[in-house]
Each structure stands twice: as structure tokens, then as C-alpha cells.
């Protein structure tokens, strides 16, 4: 957009087919170049990619990934999110409830505060995906902040943020069981 704000998505070609992509403004008008909410001091975006997974196990199915990056402000955020999960119902809506989603980014907020909660709370489609990971009782090599104010791990000491700020999460068809393959995931590396 004019302030050079991106999210980028990488994928590999040989699992995933592109079916659509696009970007939106997190703003009243999320299909304006460079919209944002009033009191925003810079445009924020989602980009998105559909993708068809080629792999022989989930051959066919369609997974929704979404990266943002949220403003600073509380108030902001919460405008932000609540443009990000409109997006992904109309998605949901449209290729029904079996559709895999990602929604990763830098949230600009710790996990478990208000703005968590107004995503996870009564949330029909989104997950934190690391959470249901380890309930399945697999191991989660992430840190325990995000945040590193440019001094690395030195910072996690000092975190006064309760880091982390960027989240990964996913609808629940995303991590599921499967003893017959350990697999955790139903989309394989």
C-alpha cells in the first residue's frame, strides 16, 4: 500500500496449488488502498492466500491463509480484528466448515488479554494453534515472548508486555490425532 506495509505468505508450490489471494485495509473500508480506522496513525493490513492442497492425504481440501500485522492502540485492534474475522466468516460461508484457516501475525498484544479473548471467546472457527497442539500432549519448541525489543533473549527477563504478540492460531479441523500416521497435523511438511 502507499506505506509499504506487507505481510508476505510463503508456500511450497509442490503441495499447494494457488486457487486466490488478496490483500485488505483493516479499516471501515477494507477494500480501500490505504484506509485505516480514525486515530490510526498508519494503515494496517491482512493479505490472504486460498490454497489447494495437492498432497494424496487431504487432496482437494482448501486452506485459508491469512497474515496481519495490528495496530498499536487497543481500540485500533480491536476494530482490526473484528474487520479479520468478518473475512474469515465470509470465507467460511463460502467454502463451507471443512475450509483449514491460519491467521498468524503480530497481533500487538499479549495472548490472554482483551484482545484474545474478543477473538477466542465464542469463536466458532479460530483456535490457538499452539495450545491445541500441546493438549495433544506433542512438544512446542516456541518461546515464551515474541516481543525482543532488539536485544534478543537478553529481553524475555525484562518483558513487561507478557509476550508473546504474534500468534498463530487456526481452526480446530486444523490440528487433530492421527495415531495411524503420528501425524498431529492434517496439513504434512
Known sequence: ?????????????????????????????????????????????ATWTLLQIKTEQ??????????????????????????????????????????????VGDMNEAMHQTLWHQVMDDNEVLTDCIDEWQKLNKHASNANFTYHAYEALKHGSSDTNHAPIDWILCSENVVQDDDDNNNVMLVDS
Open 1 to 45: 500500500d502507499i506505506m509499504n506495509e506487507h505481510c508476505t505468505i510463503f508456500w511450497r508450490r509442490n503441495k499447494f496449488e494457488l486457487l486466490d489471494e488478496g490483500t485488505f485495509w483493516l479499516s471501515e473500508t477494507p477494500q480501500d488502498i490505504g484506509s485505516r480506522f480514525d486515530g490510526s496513525p498508519l494503515p494496517r493490513i
Open 58 to 103: 487431504e487432496a482437494g481440501r482448501a486452506l485459508l491463509c491469512i497474515s496481519t500485522h495490528l495496530g498499536l492502540t487497543a481500540s485500533n485492534r480491536l476494530k482490526q480484528m473484528l474487520v479479520i474475522q468478518q473475512f474469515i466468516q465470509e470465507m467460511v460461508q463460502q467454502y463451507g466448515h471443512e475450509l483449514l484457516v491460519f491467521l
